[in-house]
């Protein structure tokens, strides 16, 4: 067929008009959601029935979020938010890149039955482990800087352990491994590297797409945890973000605090996914995984 | 520096042996070449030699000590690999220092070492380069440069010119064959390109299924091929094979003869014969000759001809309808359909028994 330059105009135009009508799709929520964040309760319930609910229009301030940082500690929950989401994906990084490591290069008895069950455990909803594992946590020991403790309830420790090492993370490290060429990992074992040189040296640096979508999933597993805080912490001092959402709904709801409270806890999300969307895309692009 | 020593080696993947009992011994400083077919085992044979692969049966020794429950690294090798294996993450100078690094070297070592290593190689411009920015050849020479820095007493190369183009192939041939004068360390070599081996070994090792077929010096190879496959393996185009009819026996001959051979007489070198029997006739296509009369007369026709320049290549079909290559050096035009009379010295034919390639 010839080419013809009008034909291929029109059809990359309406390609991208298919494509801006899916990204509104996604965008609107979160225009809502911020344009709501500035408007009193009154003007944001008689604003979702036109268009306004979308644009910075009428009575615009900036009191919601005065009124959220009075109901919530806001910045605790954040600050609580970040530090157990850094600290798990982190540590779950490190914890389960080693452990594809073993499956994806090492050599030893009962591995592929291993790496099978740390697959299956991903059909295994949380909501039924939840119970048994909150009694397991409620009796653990741990030895801090003040002697033995036992029970692990109201700590960081209890949001973050449990989540570190988890099979859909395994499974994406394993995968990336096993396409790496086998013969640098020989050439490196030849030159004289250990297990753990090759490990740090070679794979690791090596690994930069898929540690972005390690690192992307678990943030997102990790940010929006609700049940799991919600049963292992009582006191304030440790909760997310998320559980931090039910100072927003008790007796009567303020809907503009909610938004603002909800723009407020978006934000670390956006600035991550920033910092990591180049290598996410293109690490989506290569494994084929979904967020 | 050192020796290497194979003795009843065998490696088996479950019930499939890739390697039925080898022995071998490399002198020091020796260049040996492992060649065959594909699926003939002799990369196998060299990942056993660095203990990339354990054996299932036999002993390896390396300078005179038994490594078979040796690591790679305790071997005291090197090896380079087909796809090169460079580090795609470090810099030329990286790449080269990667052992030196692992073994803990001072930075000084590092820089006398991989500037040694660079100057050998005619690299010094390239260190601070980055892999993908280099063209296969470079690649090949720093896979070359990171092995030569650690003074390995036995080098391996697996396939190392396979993935070059056949001008730049030539070229690293020859500087495989300077480096090694120059290094003088023990050095195999495993290709399926006899080219290579024919051309840097001092020692061909030739494989087949598994199995040493025959160990010699290319000539030797060459001129005296132990069995069929041998022979048939090594030289282009390849040794033509007729199936040839014993007429008699004598002493160290047989006459023999075809429908489209007059009977010659043709030195058995110690294989036997059965007298009425059958047997194959080698006769390289180098060794023909286009003449009228003379010993061991071929009638044929020509089917097809390549002029190379410096040589023709005739693919003829004989009485029998068998194929026949002849190779003559100088450019020559033959039509298809011309008939062709050919003649040989009958020296240089070899006669194997007909059943079994792996009789001698």
Sequence with gaps: ?291 | MAEVSLKGVKKSYGRVDVIKGVDIHINDGEFVVFVGPSGCGKSTLLRVIAGLEDITEGIIQIGGRVVNELQPKERGIAMVFQSYAIFPHMTVRENIAFGLTIAGASKQEKEQKVAEAARILQMEHLLDRRPSQLSGGQRQRVAIGRAITRKPSVFLFDEPLSNLDAALRMDMRMEIGRLRRQLGTTMIYVTHDQVEAMTLADRIVVLKDGQVMQIGAPMELYHEPANRFVAGFLGAPSMNFLNVDVLDLDGEAATVGNQSLEPIRVATRRRSFRKDGKAILGIRPQYLRAAQSGEGMLHGVVAHTERLGSETVVDLTLRDDHELIAAFDEDKIFEPGDALELTFDTALAHLFPEEGELQT
Excluded at chain 1, 78 to 107: D, H, K, P
Excluded at chain 1, 177 to 190: D, H, N, Q, T
Excluded at chain 1, 207 to 214: K, M, N, R
């Design chain 1, 1 to 291: 067929m010839a080419f013809n330059p009008d034909n291929y105009g029109l059809r990359l135009f309406v390609r991208y008009l298919v494509l801006c009508l899916i990204a509104l799709i996604f965008i609107f929520p979160l225009v809502f959601m911020i344009n709501s964040s500035f408007k009193p309760d009154s003007q944001l319930l008689a604003d979702t029935s036109s268009l306004r609910a979308f644009l910075p229009v009428g009575d615009i301030s900036l009191n919601n979020y005065f009124g959220a940082f009075r109901r919530a500690p806001v910045g605790l929950f954040v600050l609580n938010s970040v530090l157990v989401t850094g600290a798990t994906v982190l540590l779950s990084l490190l914890i389960c890149s080693m452990a594809a490591f073993s499956f994806a290069f090492l050599r030893w008895k009962g591995r592929d039955v291993v790496l099978s069950i740390v697959i299956a455990t991903l059909i295994i909803p949380f909501e039924t482990i939840a119970i048994p594992l909150l009694l397991l946590v409620s009796k653990l020991p741990w030895i801090g800087l003040d002697g033995l403790h036992w029970g692990w309830l109201n700590t960081y420790r209890v949001q973050i352990i449990p989540w570190i090492a988890d099979g859909l993370t395994i499974f994406l490290f394993v995968q990336y491994f096993k396409g790496l060429p086998g013969e640098l990992i020989e050439a490196s074992r030849v030159e004289g590297a250990s297990w753990w040189q090759v490990y740090y040296r070679v794979v690791m640096p090596l690994s930069g797409p898929v540690l972005a979508t390690a690192a992307i999933l678990k943030f997102l597993v990790m940010y929006n945890q609700y049940l799991w805080p919600l049963i292992v912490v009582q006191q304030e001092n440790y909760r997310p973000v998320m559980v931090g959402l039910g100072y927003f709904f008790q007796l009567n709801v303020a809907w503009g605090e909610v938004m603002a409270y909800l723009t407020l806890i978006t934000v670390p999300v956006l600035i991550f996914y920033l910092f990591l969307q180049r290598a996410f895309i293109a690490s989506i692009a290569s494994t084929g995984v979904k967020g």
